[in-house]
């Protein structure tokens, strides 16, 4: 099978899953029988390209990890905006990779809507739209006839919704907690070895972990739009932003740390969904939570998650929660679910 891939984005996403279709071509025709071709790019710094026969990606992640604008690439049309590879290439399916905006969900609101208006299947790791507005984009979606897939949205690639979807299908989950930002969770980690937050802080910056201005992950709403999609994507909730309560981790201190840590507890920026009297409710706040409690064992940049069900009880999942080829990967295990027809499209998850 023959699956043809537009590319909106060519950061550092955009260029882990180039990268991995690149490494592993051979690999994914031989044992999956698909067939990926990027037929089109489009970056606001580095232009775009569309060539119907397929991108050499190895010449294109060249020019873009040299800083070339893809513009040079030899062949094909140029000067394309987004929007024009969304709708006029002949792509199959869109891979929106653009930055996260949790305001307005833009620029991504509009891709998603005009992929699905083009008859095309969208695959991202764009949490700002499916956080604000999951329902209207998979009612959308559903009325096209197209797959609409984000399981990057929540630990990258570690996976997390398919889990819930598939392996747990028939299962009733009754709660999901977890530590959903590794940049909180090393600053943290770092305090307990005796840093103030704001030197843990400087470190997680230097490490690449923090971003410079790291309100999003420090005040907790990176952790927050997380818990609002899985919140309304598996337990079938309608949370909006101002519906989940959300507490970040710069209200402690060493002392707090060592305190915890004397009575054989942890902090964590710990993300809460639950089924309550009828609703779904979430929260996202720093806890104690006892040191035998899976998730206090999870340090620095990790990922966990703790589905707790009707059958199982409590089944945790630790992972990556970002990365380059790790959530390249996300985007490619949505792809392979659209090329080889798994049967769960965007209505199936809960
Ligand atoms: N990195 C991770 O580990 C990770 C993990 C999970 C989820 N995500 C999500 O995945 C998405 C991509 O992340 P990233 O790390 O790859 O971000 P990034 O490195 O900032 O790349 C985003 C790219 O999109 C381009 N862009 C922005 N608006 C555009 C538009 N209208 N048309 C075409 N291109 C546009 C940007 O161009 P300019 O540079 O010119 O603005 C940039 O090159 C984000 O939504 C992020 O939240 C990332």
């Not at 739209?129 to 979606?141: E, F, G, H």
């Not at 004397?262 to 779904?280: F, P």
């Amino acid at each position: 099978m023959h699956h043809r891939l537009a590319i909106i984005g060519f950061g550092t996403v955009g260029r882990g899953l180039a990268e991995i279709l690149h490494k592993k071509k051979e690999d994914l025709k031989q044992r999956c029988g698909v067939e990926f071709s990027v037929v089109a790019v489009s970056d606001l710094l580095l232009g775009s390209v569309y060539w119907e026969k397929g991108l050499k990606l190895s010449q294109l992640l060249n020019l873009a990890n040299e800083g070339q604008s893809i513009a040079a690439y030899p062949d094909g049309i140029k000067g394309w905006d987004s929007f024009r590879v969304i709708k006029e290439s002949r792509a199959d399916t869109i891979v929106e990779v653009t930055y996260t905006d949790l305001k307005t969900g833009e620029p991504a609101i509009s891709h998603f809507k005009a992929a699905f208006e083009s008859g095309k299947h969208l695959v991202t790791t764009n949490k700002g739209p499916v956080a604000l507005c999951y329902r209207d984009l998979a009612a959308m979606a559903e009325e096209r006839g197209v797959q609409f897939r984000f399981e990057g949205t929540v630990m990258s690639g570690t996976p997390v919704l398919n889990l819930a979807a598939r392996t747990l299908a028939g299962t009733t989950i009754k709660d999901i907690r977890g530590i959903l930002n590794g940049t909180t969770n090393y600053i943290l980690t770092e305090m307990e070895k005796g840093l103030s937050y704001s030197a843990a802080l400087k470190q997680a910056q230097e490490m690449g972990y923090a971003e410079a201005n790291p309100e999003a992950d420090v005040e907790g709403w990176d952790a927050l739009a997380k818990v609002i999609i899985l919140a309304n994507v598996l337990l079938g909730g309608d949370l909006k932003v101002q519906d989940v309560p959300r507490k970040g981790i710069t209200g402690l201190t060493p002392e707090d740390i060592h305190r915890a840590a004397q009575a054989e507890m942890r902090w964590k920026l710990i993300g809460k969904v639950q089924r309550e009297n009828g609703s779904v409710v979430a929260s996202v706040a720093p806890e104690t939570i006892p040191n035998s409690d899976p998730l206090a064992g999870i340090g620095g940049a990790t990922n966990a998650l703790t589905f707790t069900s009707d059958f199982l009880g409590p089944v945790t999942i630790v992972g990556p929660g970002a990365g380059r080829l790790e959530t390249g990967y996300a985007l490619l295990n949505d792809l392979l679910h659209i090329s080889v027809g798994d049967g769960i499209g965007s209505k199936d998850f809960w």
